[in-house]
């Protein structure tokens, strides 16, 4: 396992944009598959986006598809999800996570064995 550590989450206006970023400890980041999920009120957790291990192939929700992008950095441990156009739907606890190990891309949060804490992103109509 990996410990992550999520921030840059905020208030912004509809239309604006916010960059989260997702720091790993040890030595594991790597190897892992990283992924994006999110959380609304009354709702249960819904994957954003996931990318391997090099940075090289991403997959994304269809309702944020053209308006997140995944990527990472393996020399910082991070992770980034850039997010732009935002709408208030996508008000939400974002939690990165990691499958540390895998080559196979998942959207299924079963499958992350390590988890941040969560940052929270709100946008106002």
């Known amino acids: 396992q990996v410990q992550l550590v999520e921030s840059g989450g905020g208030l912004v206006q509809a239309g604006g944009s916010l960059r989260l970023s997702c720091t790993a400890s040890g030595r594991t980041f790597s190897a892992s598959i990283m992924g994006w999920f999110r959380q609304a009120p009354g709702q249960e957790r819904r994957f954003v986006a996931t990318i391997n291990r090099t940075g090289g192939r991403t997959i994304y929700a269809d309702s944020v598809k053209g308006r997140f992008t995944i990527s990472r950095d393996n020399a910082k441990n991070t992770v980034y999800l850039e997010m732009t156009n935002l709408k208030p739907e996508d008000t939400a606890v974002y939690y990165c996570?990691?499958?540390?190990?895998?080559?196979?891309?998942?959207?299924?949060?079963?499958?992350?064995?390590?988890w941040g804490q969560g940052t929270q992103v709100t946008v106002s109509s």
């Open positions: 996570a990691a499958d540390v190990g895998s080559i196979v891309f998942s959207s299924t949060g079963t499958r992350y064995d390590s």
